[in-house]
Structure formats: structure tokens, C-alpha cells
């Protein structure tokens, strides 16, 4: 049916129950760009504004309590303030935050990066996932010697000129407020799962690098063929261009060794931010030695190929993200808490469905991993929970965004005690299966709301 508007009844309802959130929003307006920090942050009427968290919980300015599934952006795994993690980071400060020197923790967290991701026979730290994978872009132009790369339709891979185009529909590879066009003609967009269209890109021998979320963009929004990446593997090879994988999101949640490891596909260069510091901000570039040794110091007279990229960043391997960083990917080296996020995060998705199902509502909840996401624009509500494949939706529409209904749904769920993004959700070891079923509860009953509110 034609997209809804957030109907008066529902923003009132969410209006009148956050009242210092508005009130710290209408200061926020008079200091930042559109009141926020971030652009996912942004909601109208206004968003919400935490004051602390705990494992799954937290708590916003008005004293009201939520089931959280942001997890840091998808940074956290353990849920909120995990005392190992905690701990370290305490102990740490306690001992100094910035030495401006180098560390034993950047030693140990450099090491655990290289034992458990295929592709790290090296690895450079970075504070952010968009230097990482600028980094990972400017490797391979070195490397390679050529400046084109390829990116796919719907994927983000960080605010940084040249990839962020193509995002977002009409998915043209042109300059966005801001941006050079020359560093956006020398990026071509292919779209989704055609190595056809990828195989016409590489023809001309100028493709230093191809560049993709390795299972889907937004973490399997639009999840990846079967083949593909292993198609992406060969024709890269072929074709002299290096693959690399964005593995920000998809480091260390997938797997102990990332999306990498759970296909079975070793890229060149791999960048990875979130769970790879802990919560705390910090990315970093992992690949083969002989890419990565542009980063050396500048080469030897006999070295006649090799260019040194010069690399700062006053954060690099920040003694707090070191620390927290070697606790997370200690602790998610086994595969535990990976396959328990999965297993509570199936759950819900199950129980949704289920929701959807009963109530006749045509959205549909799927994912993978640990997540769940909401397909607004199913022709029919689903079955049961296990209608769950989104194989046969195309790609283009399977990625459209439906901001009313998903801003009508996060308030919905806000006034249930539930918060996430509108589109896609995050979940942790921390989401027990009392929290679980409290969620379905919660959700269940927003759902209804939105049916009275003509929203569905």
C-alpha cells in the first residue's frame, strides 16, 4: 500500500513522553548541523537522549527504560559496559590515556587481529572504519600502480570522497555536496550481485581495487548471491585488482575471522572498526605484506616500484581502545558469544514474524547473523517465523529506504520500551531470553498501535 505519515496521534504520544529529550534537543539545535552528531541520529520530531546503559538497558533523560538493539552501532557484542571490557579500559586510564608513544597493548591487539582474520599477514591501526578503508583505497592505488575502483550499488563504506556515491537510490556515481568530481570519476558503481557488469569494469586494466560489505550492504541488507564473493575473488585476480573486504561491521561478529571466515574467501586487504576496539573508537587496515609495505618507510634505491604512504593519526592505537580492544577480541576468539548473539537474534526473528504473521501485516523480518531487519514492502505478511528469505526480492527494492514507516515503528517501539534504528537492529550476548520474550511482547503491542494509526 502507498507509504503512510507518521500519523499526529503517535508523534504526540512520543512528544509528551520525553520531555527532557525535546528540551535537550532545542539546546542541541543552537550548537550542532541539525541538532545531532550523526546523521542516523536524527529523528523527528527529535530523537532520544541516553544518559547511561547497562548490558542491554538504558535509560534516557526522562528516567525511561529501553531494550537497546543500536549495540554501539554495532560496535558492542556483549551489550553494554561488559565488566571484562570495563575493566580493562578502567585499569588502563589509570595508567595513562594518550602516551604519544607506542605500547605493548597496540603489540597484543595487533596480534590477535593477525591470529584469528585470514587476510592480516599485517595490520595498521586507524581511530576511525572510514580511515580504514580510505587507508585500504589508497593501498591498493599504490600498490597496483592504477586509480579506478569499483564499489556496488547500496553500499557504504564511510563518509570519505569518491565512495560515498551510489549509496542511496537513484545509486549514480555522482559527487555529493562537497565532493570533487574527479575523485568520483574514478570510482564506478556496479549493481548488486552481476559479475557481468563486474567483469565489464575490469576489462581496461585499470582497476587498482573492488571494495564491498562481504555479506551485503548494511550488514545483509540486500544479502550477497550464493557465488559471489568467490566469483569477486577469481575475476579480481584475473583481472590484477585487488579485493578488498569492509569488514567494519561484519569484523568479528560474523566470526571470529569475520565475513572472511564464514565464507571461505581470503580478500587482499580488509578494514574493520566496532567490536575491533571494544566500543571504544578505533579501526584498522589488515592484508598481505606486500600491499601493506607502502606503509614502511620510504623504499630503498633498489625498490624502484615502491611508494611510501605517509600515515598519522594522533589516535592510532590508543592505549584505551588497545586495551579495550584486546579484552573484546579475546573474549570472542572461541566463537561463544558469537553463535549466542546469532541463536537470541534468530529467535527474534521468529517471534516477529510471528507477530506480523498473526496480526496481517505485509512486512517481513529476516537476517543472518546477529540482527534482525524489516522488509517494509512484502507483497504478503509472512507465513509463520520461519518466512523469513528475501532471495527473490530484487535488490533495488529490497534496499529502498520507507522512512515513514520506519520512523513510525522506532516510536512506536520507543513507547514499548524497545529502541532501534527504524530498519535494522543489533543484538548481543546480553539479550537473554527474558529480554527476548519481553521484546516480542513490546513489539507485538506497537505493531498494534501502528494498526490503529492506519500505519502498516
Request: glycine letters at 10%; aromatic letters at 8%.
Amino acid at each position: 500500500m502507498p507509504e503512510s505519515t507518521t500519523s499526529s496521534g503517535l508523534e504526540d504520544s512520543y512528544t509528551e513522553a520525553l520531555p527532557a529529550s525535546r528540551a535537550l534537543f532545542e539546546r542541541a539545535r543552537n550548537i550542532f548541523p541539525d541538532g545531532v552528531t550523526h546523521d542516523s541520529r536524527r529523528m523527528r520530531p527529535f530523537p532520544i537522549y541516553v544518559e547511561r546503559a547497562e548490558g542491554v538497558l538504558k535509560w534516557d533523560a526522562d528516567g525511561n527504560r529501553y531494550i537497546d538493539y543500536w549495540m554501539g552501532h554495532g560496535a558492542l557484542l556483549f551489550g553494554h559496559n561488559p565488566p571484562h571490557v570495563r575493566d580493562a579500559v578502567r585499569d588502563q586510564a589509570l595508567r595513562g590515556t594518550h602516551y604519544g608513544a607506542s605500547h605493548a597493548a597496540e603489540v597484543e591487539w595487533g596480534e590477535w587481529v593477525c591470529r584469528l582474520v585470514p587476510c592480516a599477514e599485517r595490520v595498521r591501526f586507524t581511530g576511525t572504519g572510514t580511515e580504514a578503508t580510505h587507508m585500504a583505497l589508497r593501498l591498493a592505488r599504490a600498490f597496483t600502480g592504477r586509480s579506478r575502483a569499483i564499489k556496488f550499488a547500496g553500499h557504504f563504506h564511510g563518509w570519505h570522497e569518491g565512495l560515498e556515491i551510489g549509496v542511496h537510490a537513484p545509486y549514480v556515481a555522482e559527487p555529493e555536496a562537497g565532493q570533487l568530481s574527479g575523485a568520483v570519476d574514478a570510482v564506478e558503481v556496479c549493481p548488486m550481485n552481476d559479475l557481468g557488469a563486474v567483469r565489464s569494469a575490469l576489462a581496461g586494466g585499470e582497476v587498482a581495487a573492488l571494495i564491498l560489505e562481504p555479506t551485503g550492504p548494511h550488514f545483509g541488507t540486500v544479502p550477497l548471491a550464493p557465488g559471489f564473493l568467490e566469483g569477486l575473488r577469481e575475476e579480481t585476480q584475473k583481472a590484477g585488482a585487488l579485493l578488498i573486504f569492509d569488514e567494519v561491521v561484519t569484523g568479528f561478529r560474523v566470526s571470529p575471522g569475520g565475513a572472511q571466515t564464514h565464507a571461505g574467501v581470503t580478500p587482499d586487504l580488509a578494514a574493520f572498526a566496532k567490536i575491533l576496539a571494544g566500543g571504544l573508537p578505533g579501526g584498522a587496515v589488515a592484508g598481505r605484506e606486500d600491499v601493506m609495505r607502502h606503509l614502511e618507510t620510504k623504499p630503498t634505491p633498489e625498490e624502484t616500484h615502491r611508494t611510501k604512504i605517509p600515515h598519522h593519526g594522533t589516535f592510532n592505537a590508543n592505549p584505551l581502545s588497545a586495551a579495550a580492544g584486546c579484552a573484546m577480541l579475546e573474549s570472542i576468539a572461541d566463537g561463544e558469544a558469537i553463535r549466542a548473539a546469532n541463536e537470541a537474534a534468530a529467535g527474534l526473528r521468529r517471534g516477529m514474524n510471528e507477530i506480523l504473521a498473526r496480526e496481517s501485516v505485509s512486512w517481513k523480518v529476516y537476517g543472518d547473523h546477529s540482527d534482525w531487519k524489516i522488509y517494509y514492502d512484502a507483497d504478503a505478511p509472512p507465513t509463520d517465523g520461519e518466512d523469513q528469505s528475501v532471495m527473490d526480492v530484487p535488490w533495488v527494492r529490497l534496499n529502498a529506504r520507507h522512512p515513514e514507516k520506519s520512523r513510525a515503528l522506532r516510536q512506536a517501539v520507543i513507547l514499548h520500551g524497545i529502541d532501534f534504528n527504524g530498519d535494522r537492529a543489533l543484538v548481543s550476548t546480553a539479550h537473554t531470553p527474558d529480554i527476548i520474550e519481553e521484546t516480542l511482547a513490546g513489539f507485538g503491542s506497537a505493531i498494534r498501535m501502528l494498526k490503529k494509526e492506519g500505519v502498516s
